[in-house]
């Protein structure tokens, strides 16, 4: 039976609604669009950073008082089918929050957000496929708390509280933070995404077309869990998989790291072409260069050619996260190497791109999943290439904007080569090759219902690899179709 929203403690989704209706409904006309993961085209541009070098408000009192406040609803409704008559599964969260930053003072702000979640309706998240060995549920768990599926009303987490300071081309930020890298990002595809705790440094002068950014994380708290943790024990939460000998993964809580050491250099030396190095160094467990070059012109008016090219370079670092090798995260290899292509053409408000992504022989590219999504052209929503060696991809994706941007239509087709199943050495999660096709249409409401937007996702999965006929390698697999309803309402003050 599903189980139905009864708050025990209603007092806190009270509070934040209260807030919410005594804020002014106004939309904020300078908000820019979100990215989308499939189409860098659209989403990447480059600004003058807004950093401010003056008092701008005499008081720190006024520069409180005059913040800007943003309340945020999301209602998201998932369902998985899968084949015959294996486990089906369903689920709706409904959360809101209030996010809020101050005006600055002598080039000072505070932020501060959270955001509460309950399970409106959903099938039983703690059932298992006996056919499949007891699997569980993969998708819509991931809604909620996975590490307390039985949690329904009490979902809440403090997602942004921290101090910057700005001062021309130069910013600084402490605290909790959002971040969005080639492999620590929101990964935006559930109720809330991936938070991180740290210290940020960007210096980003304009006349010399470049932007660096260094940081040092000491904590996260992933998409689908509420709580945060020190680096080594967010490694883990999702299913590990199997290690390169068959047996199963058990490094979880047993990953030993001072955290994570990040910098992101991107330079602009002409218009649309951008130069990207970046270098992520986890202590003690591994570290991951990428070298990405992309040409991203905007020209309205006539067709323009679209190319990027990443190339990503992994290595052990120190123990692999463990001097035990059975509990290490980084084992049974050195390191592990990716090429990922792509190529298009541009043309008003249409994008057609080809894409392309090979990692080698020499071992699995891992990138915890609890971190963030897959950063290579071939990504397509609800699936991912991490874990895997000597894999072979392909995809194309068109986009099309309609309607003064209000309507966005999105398809994606993949096909994806990866070794067989039973290569424990290079397929950590038993995932058999397959076929993806991705329908994505979002809609931004106006007029009275200004705020409000949508998304439709489906998303099907075909077997194209041996699974032996063992349920294991299908169940939330292959041969499986999930559905994903979305609304976003949205206004500040």
Not at 360 to 375: I, N, Q, V, Y
Request: charged fraction near 20%.
């Amino acid at each position: 039976m599903p189980t139905l929203f009864y708050p025990k403690n209603i007092f806190f989704p009270l509070f934040f609604l209260f807030l919410s209706l005594s804020a002014k409904a106004q939309q904020d006309s300078s908000r820019l669009e979100k990215p989308d993961p499939h189409f860098p085209f659209a989403a990447q541009s480059y600004e003058k950073p807004t950093y401010c070098d003056t008092l701008e408000e005499k008081t720190l009192q006024n520069a409180l008082k005059k913040g800007h406040f943003e309340v945020k609803f999301r209602n998201f409704f998932m369902a998985t089918f899968n084949q015959g008559d294996l486990l089906d599964s369903y689920a709706n969260g409904i959360g809101a929050g209030m996010h809020y930053k101050s005006r600055h003072w002598h080039g000072f702000h505070v932020g501060a957000g959270g955001f509460f979640i309950f399970n409106l309706f959903s099938s039983d998240m703690q059932a298992r496929e006996e056919q499949a060995g007891g699997m569980p549920n993969r998708y819509e768990i991931g809604l909620f708390d996975i590490e307390n599926p039985q949690n329904k009303t009490d979902l809440d987490r403090l997602e942004e509280l921290y101090v910057a300071y700005d001062y021309k081309s130069f910013s600084a930020q402490v605290g909790r933070l959002v971040l969005n890298t080639p492999y620590i990002n929101p990964q935006d595809g559930r109720m809330r995404p991936t938070i991180q705790e740290g210290v940020l440094f960007k210096f980003a002068p304009v006349k010399l077309k470049l932007e660096l950014e260094v940081a040092y994380l000491w904590g996260l708290s992933p998409r689908s869990t509420v709580k945060f943790a020190h680096v080594g024990h967010t490694i883990g939460l999702y299913p590990q998989g199997v290690r390169t000998d068959g047996k199963r993964n058990d490094y979880f809580e047993h990953q030993h790291s001072k955290g994570i050491f990040y910098g992101d250099l991107q330079y602009r030396p002409l218009k649309g072409l951008e130069l990207r190095l970046f270098n992520q160094y986890v202590e003690n467990i591994f570290n991951t260069a990428l070298l990405q070059v992309e040409y991203l012109p905007k020209k309205k008016n006539s067709p323009t050619p679209i190319f990027g090219f990443q190339y990503h370079l992994q290595n052990k670092v120190g123990q692999g996260g463990n001097q035990n090798p059975e509990l290490a995260y980084y084992e049974g290899q050195k390191k592990a190497q990716v090429f990922s292509g792509r190529i298009g053409l541009a043309y008003q408000n249409h994008t057609l791109t080809f894409n392309y992504s090979r990692i080698t022989k020499d071992g699995r590219f891992l990138a915890p999943r609890e971190w963030g999504r897959d950063p290579f052209y071939t990504f397509l929503p609800r699936e991912r290439n991490e874990g895997l060696g000597d894999v072979q991809a392909a995809t194309v994706n068109y986009r099309s904007i309609w309607w003064n941007k209000k309507f966005i239509f999105s398809v994606g087709y993949g096909y994806y080569q990866l070794p067989d199943v039973r290569n424990f050495r290079l397929n950590k999660y038993g995932m058999p090759s397959y076929h993806q096709f991705n329908l994505d249409l979002r809609y931004k409401f106006h007029k009275f219902l200004q705020g409000l937007e949508s998304q439709l996702l489906i998303v099907h999965k075909s077997r194209a690899g041996e699974t032996y006929q063992d349920l294991r390698f299908v169940f939330n697999k292959v041969n499986m179709t999930n559905f994903n309803f979305v609304l976003n309402y949205h206004f500040g003050r």
